[in-house]
């Protein structure tokens, strides 16, 4: 079924445009001459035949809704959406599982002409490395590719101890993908309006000068359920309040520990609304612990669960002045989408 027609802004029409040219008059996705090499770094060599679009942009500028309406559009059976998460979680295991990165990627791509990324990233070396495995195997296939990103092709992988290394994947982007920026002035999640089913179904609770003790009692009135190990996997836990298919969290308890995406997808599979509560803001904290509340939030978004976060700041200062954090903007802009609301008048006993 085709999806419904969607008003688009100039700069989300443009990005449409382009996604367009990936399909036939039929609506199929166009067979392409195969890889393009990457010429000399910094080089882009020139191809009429790209094979896919490398979508970029700020928070909230519609790259996901466009992509989405892209691939309901695409009339084939033969095509496949990730979440950048969720697809190395499964890459991961399936590596294990088949004991061959090219057999994990063959297995998890299956027989799709199309293959959608949301939100594409590369933060980490080891990740690097699978990404330009993975880059090989798809336009070695003549697969049309599509990625949103909140990052250019040329910064990926920022860290400057490992960016040379990641070099020849971006001249491979550069070189087989239609780079496109989708990045208007309005974040449309500022003008959202809030529903009551999914991420935005949670509350963002401001616990500005509330004392802990009474700030936990204020923010779960009447919770008397009992604090359990979790299991993560791999003789792991984390503790935590759960009842039916609800969990609640403290944020050192979670964040402070090493836990990955990967423990939020295995614990978004069996609860389905969170709660994080006592989150400081984060220029108080060390950067990985930031960083796992961004692979929280995208876990959650893109699942779309219903989250709750208890904290003493609203989502743009509780994300202030926090230096080098990929992909921070993002998670205050999707903090700022839930509804917020206060704990007031209470002091700690």
């Not at 990740?127 to 336009?139: E, G, I, N, Q, S």
């Not at 999914?198 to 509330?210: C, D, I, N, Q, S």
């Amino acid at each position: 079924m085709k999806p419904d027609p969607v008003v688009l802004d100039p700069a989300q029409y443009a990005a449409a445009h382009a996604l367009e040219a990936l399909l036939d008059r039929y609506g199929r996705p166009l067979r392409h001459r195969g890889i393009q090499r990457a010429g000399r770094p910094g080089r882009r060599e020139p191809r009429a035949d790209r094979c896919g679009v490398y979508l970029h942009g700020r928070p909230g500028r519609g790259k996901t809704m466009v992509m989405d309406h892209f691939f309901a559009s695409a009339d084939t059976h033969r095509k496949r959406r990730f979440h950048f998460h969720t697809f190395f979680a499964a890459l991961h295991a399936a590596v294990h599982t088949l004991g061959s990165i090219e057999r994990a990627i063959d297995a998890l791509l299956s027989d799709a002409d199309l293959v959608c990324f949301d939100e594409f990233h590369v933060t980490d070396i080891g990740d690097a490395m699978l990404v330009a495995r993975l880059l090989d195997a798809v336009f070695a296939d003549r697969r049309t590719l599509v990625v949103t990103s909140n990052y250019r092709p040329e910064d990926l992988l920022p860290n400057p101890l490992f960016h040379d290394h990641f070099l020849p994947s971006i001249e491979q982007i550069l070189a087989n993908l239609e780079v496109v920026t989708l990045d208007g002035p309005l974040d449309y999640r500022t003008r959202a309006t809030h529903r009551d089913t999914g991420f935005l179904a949670g509350r963002y609770v401001l616990t500005t000068g509330v004392g802990s003790r009474t700030a936990r009692a204020c923010a779960e009135p009447g919770d008397e359920r009992s604090t359990v190990e979790v299991p993560l996997g791999r003789g792991r836990t984390i503790r935590a309040h759960t009842a039916a298919d609800a969990i609640t969290l403290d944020f050192h308890a979670l964040c402070a520990a090493p836990t990955s995406a990967a423990d939020y997808l295995r614990l978004a599979q069996r609860y389905r609304h969170w709660t994080l509560r006592a989150v400081p803001p984060l220029r108080e904290v060390p950067p990985d612990w930031s960083m796992r509340l961004v692979n929280l939030v995208d876990v959650l978004y893109d699942a779309d669960l219903p989250f709750t976060v208890h904290a003493p700041e609203r989502s743009p200062d509780l994300t202030s002045g926090v230096p080098a954090i990929p992909d921070l903007a993002r998670t205050a802009s999707r903090l700022g989408e839930l509804p917020l609301t206060r704990v007031s008048n209470v002091r700690t006993a």
